[in-house]
């Protein structure tokens, strides 16, 4: 199983970004998806996730209205569309796949992607 998450950079306050969660070697449609972040010192804490159908998705509060999570399962890919980006979002971004419909926590994902560098300048 291979998650290969693409899209992460530097961008100022307010910018905007899209990451990728490029998916092989699992079913796709049969796993819940989700994103975590960490920051350097902290741990890392939930973003966003989606059910494996697309219609159902949950989000970390401090994201709430300014990230959008979503999936193609036909291109066995995952998304997150990140607007109104702070400097708090700066962490390295993670894509994850979970057995479970999804979950809040990274015990509830059974493949994690690479990791995609976030900065957010002010």
């Known amino acids: 199983v291979q998650l290969q998450a693409s899209g992460g950079g530097l961008v100022q306050a307010g910018g905007s970004l899209r990451l990728s969660c490029a998916a092989s070697?699992?079913?796709?449609?049969?796993?819940?998806m989700g994103w975590f972040r960490q920051a350097p010192g902290k741990e890392r804490e939930f973003v966003a996730a989606?059910?494996?159908?697309?219609?159902?998705?949950y989000y970390a509060d401090s994201v709430k209205g300014r990230f959008t999570i979503s999936r193609d399962n036909a291109k066995n890919t995952l998304y997150l569309q990140m607007n109104s980006l702070k400097p708090e979002d700066t962490a390295v971004y993670y894509c994850?796949?979970?057995?479970?419909?999804?979950?809040?926590?990274?015990?509830?994902?059974?493949?994690w992607g690479q990791g995609t560098q976030v900065t957010v300048s002010s």
């Open positions: 994850a796949a979970s057995s479970k419909p999804w979950g809040r926590t990274s015990y509830e994902y059974d493949y």
């Open positions: 070697g699992l079913t796709f449609s049969r796993y819940g």
């Open positions: 989606i059910n494996r159908s697309g219609d159902g998705t």
